[in-house]
């Protein structure tokens, strides 16, 4: 069954080939300009001995391709794997074009992808899409499939897009079952996710906006690794994560330090979209030993940053300067206190915001400030609902955001019993549930936000169904959230 949007092209589904065995993509919108994306391959020896391979690239108002409004030729090359990011401009704002490429004498599937609304309109509705972590062993990529079925006006996604290790369980295999750590392994391991045809599927239906959390790279990181190891390893990470996302070509990395990815989107005056990147600037983590009391010196440590100082300021600007009516904030993991326990005993999980309190403190400050916050997250492998209130500790006081974390694709979840534990610890969550994957769509008007968490039957299972696991209603001007089925 396709579950296509019209202008999807049904070939996407079929197994693309090469060259474009690893689909197209699109990202990075503004009004007027957006990033297209693809990635020769082939077993040609032909195109592993060249150093430079032409790529025309087309961009249209229909289709069909009958109104080709852009058209151009990008090079692809060896020491950048083949990855072509085309950066078109002079676009009309608030609309949908098609585009596709050409090499060597085939052509790509066909993507759809649009512009932002200008600044100054007031656009009455979107529709966007956010998940997280899809360990391509843990299951098939049914969730994507669905995504693009809902016509989503772009997806955010949170990080987790690929994973270095195998775990003991899996559906499927990575071919390589090692962890990765060189610039090959990265790359191959990215060819071996986006050789998916409904990770394909997902891209093609609309522009993408991409963050990354630590499996990019390796499990939480920084922790304590060398940093003789560390940077080198992140260097070849940090450069494949580019060389397969449709990031402008200014973001491409130098050496261990990536570009800086995080970034603002306004949809007209309705919300402004703040991306963070809560892992590249972080302090370490605090080891389980430093973290078991909560009162501890180290945790409370006002120098330890999730942000960095210039991105936290960044932040603070771009909320405090925002007209718009919301304000999402997309970060990668969980904001809300999230461990388990009780008092004394409450374990604090050291790799999200509960491990930086003081930086979370910050953010607090900021979002007290901000018109209709609302806090996006993954990373969790699971749903969570909830609200940060004006006392992270005290439930019982005001609302100041609403918190909405998506469950993973494919990656495995807490158990039951973790999740009750989660639940029973943290009650200024609304609701949480570990048993399914999927993602969370928004539609997002002037006077209410409606969200809804989608979960796939069976990951196990290519050709899965979805349904929506429960509804949450978020009024403009009230603070707090509702669940609504
Ligand atoms: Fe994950
Ligand atoms: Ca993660």
């Given at each position: 069954?396709?579950?296509?949007?019209?202008?999807?092209?049904?070939?996407?589904?079929?197994?693309?080939?090469?060259?474009?065995?690893?689909?197209?993509?699109?990202?990075?919108?503004?009004?007027?300009?957006?990033?297209?994306?693809?990635?020769?391959?082939s077993a040609?020896?032909?195109?592993?001995?060249?150093?430079?391979?032409?790529?025309?690239?087309?961009?249209?108002?229909?289709?069909?391709?009958?109104?080709?409004?852009?058209?151009?030729?990008?090079?692809?090359?060896?020491?950048?794997?083949?990855?072509?990011?085309?950066?078109?401009?002079?676009?009309?704002?608030?609309?949908?074009?098609?585009?596709?490429?050409?090499?060597?004498?085939?052509?790509?599937?066909?993507?759809?992808?649009?512009?932002?609304?200008?600044?100054?309109?007031?656009?009455?509705?979107?529709?966007?899409?956010?998940?997280?972590c899809q360990h391509y062993e843990g299951g098939w990529y049914g969730a994507h499939r669905h995504i693009a079925a809902e016509e989503p006006d772009f997806v955010i996604f949170l990080g987790d897009y690929i994973y270095e290790t195998s775990y003991r369980h899996a559906v499927r295999r990575h071919p390589e079952r090692t962890e990765i750590q060189?610039?090959?392994?990265?790359?191959?391991?990215?060819?071996?996710?986006?050789?998916?045809?409904?990770?394909?599927?997902?891209?093609?239906?609309?522009?993408w906006l991409v963050a990354w959390d630590d499996h990019e790279v390796r499990n939480n990181y920084p922790g304590h690794l060398p940093l003789e190891y560390l940077l080198p390893r992140r260097a070849a990470a940090y450069q494949a994560f580019w060389e397969h996302m449709p990031l402008p070509e200014r973001l491409r990395p130098d050496g261990p330090t990536m570009r800086r990815l995080y970034t603002h989107f306004d949809f007209g005056d309705l919300v402004r979209i703040c991306m963070l990147d809560t892992r590249q600037y972080r302090s370490p983590q605090l080891t389980a030993s430093q973290v078991h009391a909560e009162?501890?010196?180290?945790?409370?440590?006002?120098?330890?940053?999730?942000?960095?100082?210039?991105?936290?300021?960044?932040?603070?600007?771009?909320?405090?300067?925002?007209?718009?009516i919301w304000n999402v904030v997309a970060q990668q993991t969980i904001v809300s206190r999230s461990g388990a326990g009780k008092h004394a005993s409450y374990r604090i999980a050291s790799d999200r915001w509960d491990g930086y309190p003081a930086a979370r403190g910050r953010l607090m400050d900021a979002?007290?400030?901000?018109?209709?916050p609302v806090v996006i997250g993954g990373d969790v492998h699971s749903f969570w609902v909830g609200e940060l209130t004006e006392d992270l500790y005290d439930p019982r006081t005001p609302p100041v955001a609403t918190e909405?974390?998506?469950?993973?694709?494919?990656?495995?979840?807490?158990?039951?019993?973790?999740?009750a534990r989660r639940i029973a610890s943290n009650p200024q969550m609304r609701y949480g549930n570990g048993a399914w994957r999927g993602y969370v769509r928004l539609d997002i008007r002037r006077e209410h936000i409606d969200a809804a968490l989608r979960a796939v039957y069976d990951v196990t299972s290519p050709d899965t169904g979805a349904f929506t696991l429960a509804t949450f209603l978020n009024m403009a001007d009230i603070p707090g959230v509702v669940r609504t089925s």
């Open positions: 069954m396709l579950l296509l949007p019209a202008g999807v092209h049904a070939q996407i589904l079929a197994p693309s080939v090469a060259p474009f065995s690893l689909g197209v993509a699109s990202g990075w919108p503004s009004a007027t300009s957006v990033v297209l994306w693809t990635r020769l391959t040609l020896t032909e195109l592993h001995a060249s150093d430079r391979m032409p790529v025309g690239w087309e961009l249209a108002a229909d289709a069909d391709f009958k109104a080709v409004v852009a058209r151009g030729e990008a090079m692809a090359e060896r020491e950048w794997a083949h990855s072509v990011h085309v950066e078109v401009a002079g676009l009309d704002p608030d609309r949908w074009y098609w585009y596709r490429f050409h090499a060597q004498g085939q052509r790509s599937p066909v993507g759809r992808t649009r512009t932002l609304p200008e600044a100054t309109a007031r656009p009455a509705h979107l529709r966007m899409v956010f998940t997280s060189t610039l090959d392994e990265y790359r191959r391991r990215y060819a071996c996710y986006k050789g998916d045809p409904d990770l394909q599927a997902g891209h093609a239906a609309c522009p009162s501890d010196r180290l945790l409370n440590d006002p120098t330890r940053t999730m942000l960095g100082e210039a991105q936290e300021a960044w932040l603070h600007a771009r909320l405090g300067t925002s007209s718009a979002l007290r400030s901000t018109a209709n909405l974390v998506s469950s993973s694709v494919s990656s495995v979840g807490p158990s039951a019993r973790t999740v």
